[in-house]
């Protein structure tokens, strides 16, 4: 049996735009993505605050930021032709290779 994974075109070093939520309209690098819990973290966004353990640059601990996780219903790719959150469609290339393009514009986004 398959595991339920989230539909999404979204991938790893995808550029995206958040829909909602308080960094709504801030754009961003997928750093990762995670299809059976249907979340991503964006580089630099939605950062939370967290305790690290004492280490060698900080040896009395402390307080870090990191990129928290979040919800990839939440994000539209960015199409760079467009500049801004676009739907996407699949697109079939003369080779049979599947690549995902623009509606708005049918800039591929697979190189
Ligand atoms: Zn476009």
């Given at each position: 049996m398959a595991e339920k994974t989230e539909k999404t075109y979204i991938k790893k070093g995808d550029t995206v735009s958040v829909l909602t939520g308080k960094e709504k309209d801030k754009t961003g690098k997928v750093l990762m993505i995670n299809t059976k819990k249907g979340t991503l973290v964006i580089e630099k966004l939605n950062l939370v605050k967290r305790h690290s353990r004492p280490s060698k640059a900080a040896p009395q601990g402390g307080i870090i930021e990191k990129e928290g996780s979040m919800k990839i219903s939440n994000v539209n790719i960015v199409c760079e032709k467009c500049n801004?959150?676009?739907?996407?469609?699949?697109?079939?290339?003369?080779?049979?290779?599947?690549?995902?393009?623009?509606?708005?514009?049918?800039?591929?986004?697979?190189?």
């Open positions: 801004k959150p676009v739907r996407i469609k699949m697109n079939f290339l003369d080779d049979g290779k599947k690549v995902r393009a623009c509606v708005k514009c049918g800039e591929i986004l697979d190189r």
